[in-house]
């Protein structure tokens, strides 16, 4: 028996109580489990029968002689009696196993009694997980409260919404901020945050929930409607939760604070200077006007300053923006209640009139105009401004915002056209004129690829010898279809596009090229008097580059005379004094010419190099009706002298003028009287043939 206890040592570890026995039923061992539930120590139960241990005998022995006939195992209850005679409930298991030829029996007993005692234990214990279950429950309550007071003081939208429908789950309370509802709101209306997506938006929403995968997260952008009815732009994380079918998103306002905004929206459409609506606003002004009420007519005015620039020239930029602003607030003042004005441009404001009643528009135009009589006074400064003013009307004109501002924008540049300080209304013959400024630009083209720019040559006389004293260069565009075309109509055209800076090197050679011829058959002194308009002069090089021309042709510059209008010189006072200057100190002569018909400032003229005032023809071809221009003449004359300066008069047409001209010690004569502008051939011809230009002083005017 001692030899057999080691093979059945490892049962020991065994809960179960195991024991083996003979086919009498003396126990051979019994584990350390088994002695230990009946109280015994192991040595102890060795030789004893194990039907001593049984409180029922009869069943355990049927129970033996089943296992024996069967040779089954039988799971069956029986009570053992405990070494201190209590009762162990416990079930057993018996089988019959051949050890060499003998027959053993193997009981496996599980003591039941501690399986109820475990019963009770568990339901002890069952209640104590319940209780501890209700405990976690509030627990969880709590740590639900503290998130939920967590979730609700971060100002980003937490939300999760259904995967399927969409429809909301959960929102924290940022929610109300970012859209102007109640959280409660929302969550009693689960589709509400789908119905306040910006309507452009909505596909782009619908479409990345489509695409986003379980497992995913991405980022989206757009726009909702808050409740106070402006637009929001939002930025989403949204997260699609493979395993809770949910879509988990944070979402923040991204869109600027409202102060922000309000500034950002004022800036877009304001003009920072004056705080008046800016060009953008202007469309956005006009668009309106024709969305709700497309039958309504209106007016459009576009004023613009005259020779504002001079200010901006003069005085700097600070007194001009002074001088805007003031500009701005006599606008506002003069216009209705239901007026609108823009500053379209530097010096340029559009007006939108809801009365377009004709008197009433040029009541308006001429109260506008009135504002500028009073002068604007800048640091103690006096400045005088006017405007000019076109006007357009709704629907008439025309029919779209860009045309409306093309007619009144050229309307305004005939109002400056006829003189400045007017207000003219738009007719389509303007636009005739705008056709005609593209044809004449053709005909420049081929005037100056086909070399068709000749100059002609008009006699200069003085009054004192009655000589020749010089020629005024005159260009002439003779073109091969069209005729003769007038330099009235080509050189503003040719001002305007630039073209004018080509075109008058061309001049400078002609005029060179004449010099010469002239010089080599005429001895006496004589200059050419070349026109100059204000693109040229206001080229940096333009005196350098005209006396460097001057010497590489080798012509001494007092044979070049240099003829300027006053709008020129004053255009841009400093560059033309520079210029003057340069001009005068390389020995070229300097006139200015249509003398009058400006706002020459004498103030000016005195500090300039200027040789000779040419009176402008429209005081000398009238110089008999009335008896104004006979005195201006006059006064001009004796101021010309006064600042040292010689006076020409141009437009001597009757016999008559050059009398009383030469009467007013005026110095030169310039005229059809005298001679008609004449090509170069012809005056080397007369010079060769030593033919006077005219013939008699006082009969009729030569004719040529
Ligand atoms: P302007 O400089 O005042 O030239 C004088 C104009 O008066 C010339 O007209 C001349 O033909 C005209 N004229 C001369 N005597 C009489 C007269 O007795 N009666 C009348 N009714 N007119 C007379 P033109 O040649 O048609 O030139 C017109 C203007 O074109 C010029 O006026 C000048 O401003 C400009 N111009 C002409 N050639 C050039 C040029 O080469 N360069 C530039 N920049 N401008 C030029
Ligand atoms: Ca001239
Ligand atoms: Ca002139």
Known sequence: MEHEAPHYDVLNYLPDGIIIADERGVILFANDSFAEMLGYDTAMLLGLNMLSLLADIDVFQACISKVMVEGKSLDEETDLIHRDGSIVHSIKSVRMIRQDERIRFFVNIRNLTDINHLNKELLASKELIELQAHELSALLTSKNQELEEILSSIDEVIWYIDNQTLSLRYVNHAVEEVFGFSRETFLNDSTLWQQRIYPDDHALVQMFFETLLPGQSQTIRFRILHNDGETRWLNSRIYHHPKLHFFIGITSDITAPKAQRDEINFLAYHDPLTLLPNRAKLKLQIESRFEHSSATPFALLFLDLDNFKHINDFKGHEVGDKILIEVSNRLKKTIGENDFCARFGGDEFVLLLHNTDRHDIDSMATQLIQTFKEPFVVHDADFFLSSSIGIVLYPQDAQSDDDLLKHADTAMYEAKHRGKNQFVYYHSSMQCAVRNFLHVESLIRDGLSQNLFELYFQPLIDTKTLQTEGYEALLRLPHPKEGFISPDIFISVAESNGDILLIGKKVLVQACDFIDSVRSLYDEPFFVAINVSSKQLHQEEFAHQLLDYLYLRNIPPSY?????????????????????????????????????????????????????????????????????????????????????????????????????????????????????????????????????????????????
Do not use: C
């Open 560 to 704: 070049l005379k240099v003829e300027l209008t006053e709008s020129a010189v004053m255009e841009n006072i400093d560059i033309a004094t520079r210029q003057l200057t340069q001009l005068k100190e390389g020995g070229i002569r300097i006139a200015l010419d249509d003398f009058g018909t400006g706002y020459s400032s004498f103030a000016y003229l005195a500090q300039l190099p200027i040789d000779t005032l040419k009176i402008d023809k429209s005081f000398i071809l009238p110089l008999f009706e009335g008896s104004s221009n006979r005195h201006i003449v006059e006064a001009i004359s004796n101021l010309a002298h006064v600042l040292g300066m010689k006076v020409t008069a141009e437009g001597v047409e009757e016999p008559s003028h050059y009398d009383f001209l030469i009467d007013n010690k005026i110095d030169t004569l310039q005229g059809y009287h005298l001679s008609r502008p004449l090509p170069k051939t012809e005056i080397l011809q007369k010079l060769q043939e030593r033919a006077p230009y005219f013939t008699a002083v006082t009969s009729q005017p030569n004719k040529q």
